[in-house]
């Protein structure tokens, strides 16, 4: 039999009751319109279409625009209190001046009461440095630090003495003009001024370099004199019969000393010195007076597979501290030969900055008994690399 097929009713909205209940569809945008409630009522005998319409259309009221106040000017014959800002203080150039070579020369030949700081290179400070002058540490980025933050354990400047000097004079070893001051000279003339609390003393910064001044004035400078007991000998010839583990303690920089055991068990000696810290290079030699010196022990034997570059570094932290707070330092091993310089040799890269080349023969120039193995001359050589690779070493 053929399927008639029956098309479905229109369903229309309608006010006239029908059997089935019709599926109200409700939103949030119908609302019943005879209802007094904020919300729509859940009774369906009370809904129906008709009683349902869609929400007014809600416009915001204009917006309404507000005039400024005029602002009441102050008549010509009144003053008006202005608002005035406090420039906080800076260098002041009334304090600061150049002085040339001449000058200088003047000043210290006619003993005027001035106050030196050199404020370049302790390396070269323990070779020259103008007459009476004082080493003030502010060549590095960490002495400089450290001055700043803690000036009166890291320098030797006197507050007492800067304000009753008539006057405080500043080089280093590459002074131009006042734009190309070094951050040395800056951070040094920074924390003099600050320590300038009941006079203003003129600081006088010098023109020219200090290896311009001693050029022109040897006699006004003064280099580093041994006393007998630290003195090397680069002037004596050395007997062949001559006991090198009696070799004298030998002066390398301001601070650094190298010697032999025989100076590290000779308390006098050490007292004399001043030395107040010890680093011991040997296996088997004790630390001598361990209870009135700092020592740093490094157990190392004088032989072809020894290992002291891992030690370098250590070193360094242990002698530069000391140094940097103006203490001294004696590197020893048994004879103050072969270990010991080597210790020294590796300090001296890093703390001036050489190539082992110049370190090792600026050594042996103060203590001509010095000769590390071939062993240790290549691990320096490595150092030096290591250095290099830091941008550390020349």
């Known amino acids: 039999s053929t399927t008639t097929r029956i098309r479905p009713t229109t369903l229309l909205l ?62 010509k ?40 700081f050199d404020c370049g290179s302790p390396f070269r400070y323990s070779e020259n440095r103008v007459c009476n002058s004082n080493l003030l540490r502010v060549s590095d980025r960490i002495s400089r630090k450290r001055l700043k933050t803690n000036s009166s354990k890291h320098s030797i400047i006197d507050e007492k003495q800067l304000n009753e000097c008539d006057s405080i004079i500043l080089y280093d070893d590459h002074t ?26 003129p600081i006088f910064i010098l023109k020219c370099s200090f290896n311009q001044f001693f050029s022109l004035y040897p006699d006004l400078c003064e280099s580093y004199v041994s006393s ?23 002066h390398i920089i301001d601070g650094l000393f190298i010697g032999s055991e025989s100076n590290a068990r000779n308390l006098e000696e050490l007292s004399s010195t001043q030395i107040r810290h010890i680093v011991n290079v040997t296996s088997h030699v004790p ?13 190392a034997d004088d032989t072809q597979k020894q290992n002291l570059l891992n030690h370098f570094d250590q070193a360094y932290k242990f002698i530069h501290k000391a140094i940097e707070n ?21 300090f001296l890269m890093r703390y001036a900055q050489m190539n082992m080349k110049d370190a090792y023969e600026f050594v042996k120039k103060k203590r001509p008994i010095v000769s590390p193995n071939i062993n240790f001359m290549g691990q320096l050589l490595q150092y030096e690399t290591k250095l290099r690779e830091q941008n550390i070493c020349i």
């Not at 920074?190 to 003393?201: N, P, V, Y």
């Not at 004696?330 to 030969?337: D, E, K, M, Q, R």
Request: glycine share 2%.
């Open 14 to 75: 309608t006010d006239v009751a029908i059997d089935r209940p019709i599926p109200y569809l409700r939103t949030c945008f119908s609302y019943p319109l005879t209802s007094s409630s904020r919300f729509i009522s859940i009774d369906d005998k009370d809904l129906s279409p008709a009683k349902f319409s869609s929400l007014p259309v809600i416009t915001s009221p204009p917006t309404k625009r507000f005039r400024p106040q005029t602002l009441t000017l102050a008549p």
């Open 287 to 299: 630390a001598y007076h361990s209870d009135q010196f700092n020592y740093y022990h490094i157990s």
């Open 326 to 346: 103006n203490e001294k330092v004696l590197v020893h091993c048994v004879a103050g030969i072969s270990r010991s310089p080597a210790i020294v040799i590796s």
């Open 77 to 116: 014959n009144l003053s008006v209190p202005v608002l005035s800002t406090t420039v906080s203080p800076s260098i002041s150039s009334s304090s600061f001046y150049f002085i040339d070579s001449s000058t200088l020369a003047d000043k210290l030949k006619e003993n005027v009461q001035i106050i030196i």
């Open 228 to 250: 007998k007991n630290e003195s090397s000998l680069s002037s004596t010839p050395i007997s062949p019969n001559f006991d090198l583990q009696h070799y004298p303690m030998t």
């Open 176 to 201: 131009d003009n006042f734009q190309e001051l070094s951050a040395g000279l800056k951070c040094a003339y920074a924390e003099i001024q600050r320590c300038l609390t009941t006079k203003h003393t």
